[in-house]
């Protein structure tokens, strides 16, 4: 059974840094493309990171790009999102996603605020 785990979201002040969790189980990140997205309020959700899956090719919305890096840990079957230089406008719930199964995790709060 597919599931997809998100934590380490929270409050954070402009400038601060943050790294997001996402553990799965029922299949492997490492051969598999995996995806963050993040929904603001009133707002559409729209793609933050990807990372392929053999060859862990990556790639970044523009608006985080520089400021976040995504990875994964095979051993532990979990991907990354690092985010630093955080902005007020970066406050959204964060989502976990793999493609292969569309699959949604349950998101965790980022809050950018002083």
């Known amino acids: 059974q597919v599931q997809l785990v998100e934590s380490g979201g929270g409050l954070v002040q402009p400038g601060g840094s943050l790294r997001l969790s996402c553990a799965a189980s029922g299949f492997s990140v490492n051969s598999h493309f995996m995806r963050w997205y993040r929904q603001a309020p009133g707002k559409e959700r729209e793609l933050v990171a990807a990372?392929?899956?053999?060859?862990?090719?990556?790639n970044y919305a523009n608006s985080v790009k520089d400021r976040f890096t995504i990875s994964r840990d095979n051993a532990k079957n979990t991907v990354y999102l690092e985010m630093i230089s955080l902005k007020p406008e970066d406050t959204a719930v964060y989502y976990c996603?793999?493609?292969?199964?569309?699959?949604w995790g349950q998101g965790t709060q980022v809050t950018v605020s002083s």
């Open positions: 996603y793999a493609p292969a199964f569309k699959y």
């Open positions: 990372i392929s899956g053999a060859d862990s090719v990556t």
